[in-house]
């Protein structure tokens, strides 16, 4: 158990919904990041944050966003969605700088 | 940002032969390069890492070597064994103090074959 919790695990959506992904980092960890892994792909980047700051952004599309609130936990939020959104959404959290990523189990989103 | 290459994309051996990845970066002031294995199904997990003080560090079977002149640094896997089969990320990365992201190389897909 890597100690960051990502809910849900699953969800089914429609094309056009919105939907709200969350991550609880581990215990002490100031930092989250958010990849898109889709199938048979590697993991792209999405957005870095620092204790409630945007420290970097990756390939973010406009209809996403994200924010990691006082207790340190973070959401992402994605609108107008399409069929290639479908993807699995890993959030990571790591300490101090130069410390590994742990990674939570993902939450497989699935647009129909 | 910081251009990662990995090679390469998928690398076959035979149990009990060793297997090298290759990580290329091109921001010369990252100082952090880690490595780290997902398989199957499952979420990526740190299995190594090296920081820029230090030239190769080793695990038991594993081990990293890091060329900081050329850029580049090397995952290097002996003895094979069949749970070493799984994809595999670099991930160099640059943290002074300022913007920082943390970008992955494309993923090596090893198979060991028995």
């Known amino acids: 158990d890597s100690g960051v919790t990502q809910t849900p695990k699953h969800l089914i959506t429609a094309t056009g919904q919105r939907v709200t992904l969350r991550c609880s980092p581990r215990s002490g960890d100031l930092s989250v990041y958010w990849y898109q892994q889709s199938l048979d792909q590697g993991l792209q980047f999405l957005i870095h944050y620092y204790n409630g700051e945007e420290r970097a952004k990756g390939n973010i599309l406009e209809r996403f966003s994200a924010q990691q609130f006082p207790d340190l936990h973070s959401e992402l939020n994605l609108s107008s969605l399409e069929l290639g959104d479908s993807a699995l959404y890993f959030c990571?959290?790591?300490?101090?700088?130069?410390?590994?990523?742990?990674f939570g189990n993902g939450t497989r989103l699935t647009v129909t | 940002g910081e251009n990662v290459e990995q090679h390469p994309s998928t690398l076959s051996v035979q149990e009990g032969d060793s297997a090298v990845i290759k990580c290329t970066y091109s921001?010369?002031?990252?100082?952090?390069f880690p490595w780290y294995k997902q398989e199957l199904g499952k979420r990526p997990q740190l299995i190594i890492d090296i920081r820029s003080n230090v030239g190769e560090k080793k695990d038991q079977r594993i081990a990293v070597t890091l060329n900081k002149t050329a850029k580049h640094f090397s995952l290097h896997i002996t003895e094979t064994q069949p749970e070493d089969s799984a994809v595999y990320f670099c991930?160099?990365?640059?943290?002074?103090?300022?913007?920082?992201?943390?970008?992955f190389g494309k993923g090596t897909h090893l198979i060991i074959q028995p």
């Open positions: 921001d010369s002031a990252s100082n952090y």
């Open positions: 991930a160099p990365k640059y943290s002074g103090g300022g913007a920082d992201g943390l970008t």
């Open positions: 990571a959290s790591s300490g101090r700088d130069n410390s590994p990523l742990h």
